[in-house]
């Protein structure tokens, strides 16, 4: 039972090393998502991103009070 686990672990391993290139290239082209990608960057850039980022140190730092 061990060797047919171990020899579909290997194929696994193999088709997986193959298929990867494909995935690596698969979003090199077009501008779909630009807007999309912009319009994060543009939220997570600005005083949005800010004000989480200060609300979440914050939190932080009163969880770790309430457990000590």
């Given at each position: 039972?061990?060797?047919?686990?171990?020899?579909?672990?290997?194929?696994?391993?193999?088709?997986?090393?193959?298929?990867?290139?494909?995935?690596?290239?698969?979003?090199?082209?077009?501008?779909?998502?630009?807007?999309?990608?912009?319009?994060?960057?543009g939220?997570?850039?600005?005083?949005?991103?800010?004000?989480?980022?200060i609300?979440?140190?914050?939190?932080?730092?009163?969880?770790?009070?309430?457990?000590?």
């Amino acid at each position: 039972m061990k060797s047919k686990t171990r020899e579909n672990l290997r194929a696994l391993a193999i088709v997986a090393m193959l298929i990867t290139p494909t995935f690596a290239f698969a979003g090199t082209t077009g501008n779909e998502f630009q807007a999309f990608y912009n319009w994060i960057n543009g939220i997570v850039s600005g005083y949005f991103g800010r004000a989480i980022a200060i609300a979440s140190v914050a939190m932080g730092a009163l969880m770790s009070v309430a457990k000590s």
